[in-house]
């Protein structure tokens, strides 16, 4: 089945210090994936997307086919980062379905 | 309209009512997605269209749960003899175009209703 793993529900670090969210995910063939960020009181938003191998804000993820990982990392975390992350798998040839992850809150302390 | 919209935010219902819920999505956006996101949870997949159709609603959980869009544009979730456990945020996505293996559109959502069962 496919899977979205995201082992930690809060993670909290350090204005500066570097932050990785963790996400696996469990498929066998070729997956499109995403994080996904709602701030306080927002609507959930796209954050960044495998494909385009983009940093937005800062942040980064590579696609690990070999770990099946995606895990986001920024190396300096800003308090305005503090939020929900959520890591997003879209697959298969019927593209219209995303798995999410239960989500990560990131807390960044001043 | 500049996002997804739904209405209402906030619906609340004694159990075995039904209730409608409805995402008017970006104008000219051709697919649409329902989502329930359960507290602590991530968004879970319900139902999605293609202009009218109704292509997958494998995620529907009973057929209590029925999803309509008509013309190709506003949609309705509608849930039948509600329960406790409907209680959720329901969220609705749009996207421009999303068919085929090349379609790589992302999804933007709207603020969703949040419906408690009473």
């Known amino acids: 089945a496919q899977r979205v793993t995201q082992p930690e529900k809060l993670l909290s670090v350090f204005k500066g210090a570097p932050v990785e969210l963790k996400c696996n995910y469990s498929?066998?063939?070729?997956?499109?994936l995403f994080w996904y960020v709602q701030y306080s009181r927002q609507r959930l938003q796209l954050l960044l997307r495998h494909i385009s191998r983009e940093s937005i804000k800062g942040f980064t993820a590579d696609l690990n086919k070999g770990e099946t990982s995606f895990h986001l990392k920024k190396p300096f975390a800003q308090e305005e980062d503090s939020a929900m992350y959520y890591c997003a798998l879209k697959f298969g040839y019927n593209f219209n379905k995303f798995y999410f992850g239960s989500g990560t809150k990131l807390n960044v302390k001043p | 309209g500049a996002g997804v919209s739904q209405s209402p935010r906030y619906k609340v219902a004694k159990r075995g009512q039904d209730v409608a819920l409805r995402c008017d999505p970006i104008?000219?956006?051709?697919?649409l997605f329902w989502y329930q996101q359960a507290l602590g949870q991530g968004p879970e997949f319900l139902t999605y269209f293609q202009n009218e159709a109704q292509l997958d609603k494998s995620g529907l959980p009973s057929d209590r749960f029925f999803a309509e869009r008509p013309e190709g544009s506003v949609s309705t979730l509608k849930i039948q003899r509600t329960q406790q456990e409907d209680s959720a945020v329901y969220l609705c996505?749009?996207?421009?175009?999303?068919?085929?293996?090349?379609?790589?559109?992302?999804?933007?959502f709207g603020d969703g209703t949040r419906l408690s069962i009473l």
């Open positions: 104008s000219g956006h051709v697919s």
């Open positions: 498929y066998s063939g070729s997956p499109e």
């Open positions: 996505a749009s996207s421009l175009r999303d068919r085929g293996e090349y379609s790589n559109q992302p999804q933007h």
